[in-house]
């Protein structure tokens, strides 16, 4: 079953999603499934480390910490995507509860740690096409997401509902610059740069 949900995901995601969200899964199950994901996702980036030379390693690892500390910062990065995705939704009309939020994040995570392998197994074995499979992998996780996230919310359009998550995004991003100044002394931020 896991896998021909899997399947549907990659080339019908509406279709997919709505299968997903008809096995009406608890709270509880939704949140294990994000935090599921976090730690996997946290496991797979420490071991990619192992691919990068000695310096790019330490520098990683000042970036990332260790496994259980990236775990946490992944896991509250899916729940406040999850979280903005119920309340921008909900704001715009959308039809999605905070559950289906969070399966929402957990699903599209699932889906791109196997992309994610995948850019990791060609790094180490074609370099040159990793770099080209990490630019289509993005792109297609905002297309995955914007047909999850109008799925959810039962909107007509992909692409108003694309156009809300860059929105979304933009206005996050300034939000979080703005907190960031209010603790940050200006020399802090411009070093970081």
């Known amino acids: 079953m896991l896998k021909a949900l899997f399947r549907l995901s990659l080339t019908q995601p509406r279709a997919g ?3 997903l969200l008809n096995l009406t899964p608890s709270p509880g199950t939704a949140m294990a499934a994000l935090a599921f994901v976090a730690v996997a996702s946290a496991l797979l980036i420490h071991f990619s480390l192992l691919a990068l030379s000695a310096e790019g390693r330490d520098f990683a690892r000042q970036i990332f910490g260790s496994p259980f500390y990236t775990a946490a910062i992944q896991a509250l990065a899916l729940l406040v995507a999850a979280l903005l995705i119920w309340q921008v939704g909900r704001w715009r009309q959308g039809q999605g509860d905070f559950t289906g939020s969070v399966l929402v994040m957990a699903w599209l995570q ?3 740690l196997v992309l994610q392998l995948g850019q990791i197994l060609l790094t180490l074995a074609l370099p ?12 297609y996780f905002f297309w995955l997401v914007s047909h999850f996230i109008a799925e959810l919310h039962r909107f007509d359009s992909v692409g108003k509902t694309f156009l809300g998550i860059v929105l979304t995004l933009v206005v996050a991003v300034l939000i979080l610059s703005f907190l ?4 940050l002394s200006p020399e802090a931020l411009s070093h970081g740069l």
Do not use: E, K, Q
């Open 17 to 19: 999603m709505r299968l």
């Open 128 to 139: 040159p096409l990793a770099n080209l499979f990490g630019y289509l992998a993005f792109a």
């Open 180 to 183: 960031l100044s209010l603790f």
């Open 110 to 112: 699932a889906i791109m």
